[in-house]
């Protein structure tokens, strides 16, 4: 059975405001033996960030494509914290899972959640204008008006809102400067996709070991919807995500992120919940 490959690393870098900025010094730090492999690998990266109005850091899963990679929706019945969700689900490791799309006060999904070529929910008009789909076993983030489903269409969430595409940000200027913990869904130029989110310490209520609990500042402090769209745009050698297509998902109370490997482990604890979840995991099936 060829082996396959896990890369976990810790990268902290200065993420500065201006325009345009110069390139950090990176200063990385190998926490674990990188195996490179044939296929897959995921990676894990804590940024710190300093920009206008915030100063937190940025956490990001990334998966490089490979055949062994595997994305999907996890829908659940009602609002629950992501770690609950995924433990249902049992994923195999290394994986990684966010927070997905946003909920009404109903407490079900306000926008498209399908699974295992399934709809669950339906796309809804206030569900937001973006679509992240798994078409072939080919990740996309489309507009809502262009999706279509079909056979080939096994995953799909519907989320507020589209943040990034070709390589730009699509907030324009009149958009809100309100403050939040954030979290997206990427995909690079090389059909890499990364989870991803951002949080200003304030909004820490509790932190030991691999787990950071979030707080009610969560929907207070961070960054404005164009700094997170900025920051997931701006090349990883800048201190950014590299994004050429990104998708905002539910973040702010619901702010939500776990990773596993046989050999680490990382949680951001919600202060709230989520109503679905995207995981993707790299394993030998």
């Given amino acids: 059975m060829p082996r396959r490959s896990f890369a976990l690393c810790l990268l902290l870098a200065a993420c500065e405001p201006s325009a345009p900025p110069p390139t950090p010094a990176v200063d990385e730090t190998e926490i674990e033996e990188t195996v490179h492999a044939e296929q897959a690998e995921m990676t894990l990266s804590v940024r710190e960030v300093s920009q206008d109005g915030w100063s937190g850091r940025l956490v990001v899963a990334s998966f490089t494509d490979g055949r062994d990679r595997h994305i999907r929706v996890l829908p659940s019945d009602a609002p629950q914290p992501l770690q609950q969700i995924v433990a249902a689900d ?25 699974t295992g070529g399934r709809d669950v929910h339906p796309v809804g008009d206030r569900g937001g ?8 076993g080919t990740p996309r983030i489309v507009h809502v008006d262009a999706y279509r489903s079909g056979p080939r269409v096994s995953e799909a969430l519907q989320s507020i809102d589209r943040l990034v595409d070709g390589g730009e940000s699509v907030i324009g200027p009149g958009a809100s400067d309100r403050r939040a913990a954030r979290s997206a869904v990427a995909i690079d130029a090389d059909g890499g996709v990364h989870l991803a989110v951002a949080f200003d310490e304030r909004a820490v209520a509790a932190e030991a070991d691999a787990r950071i ?4 500042d969560a929907t207070r402090t961070g960054p404005t919807i164009a700094q997170w769209a900025e920051l997931l745009r701006r ?10 297509q ?9 702010t939500s992120l776990v990773v596993k ?9 919600p202060y709230n919940a989520t109503i679905n979840a995207l995981v993707v995991s790299v394993n030998e099936e």
């Fill in 261 to 269: 490997s046989e050999a680490r482990s990382l949680s951001i604890v």
């Fill in 90 to 114: 049992d994923p195999s490791q290394p994986f990684a899972a966010i927070d997905g799309g946003f909920y009404d006060r109903d407490q079900s999904p306000m926008g498209l959640v399908r």
């Fill in 235 to 244: 090349p990883a050698a800048r201190g950014g995500v590299g994004a050429r």
């Fill in 213 to 216: 609990e979030m707080g009610g």
């Fill in 246 to 254: 990104a998708l905002g998902l539910d973040g702010g109370l619901s």
């Fill in 129 to 136: 204008s973006g679509v992240f789909l798994l078409e072939g």
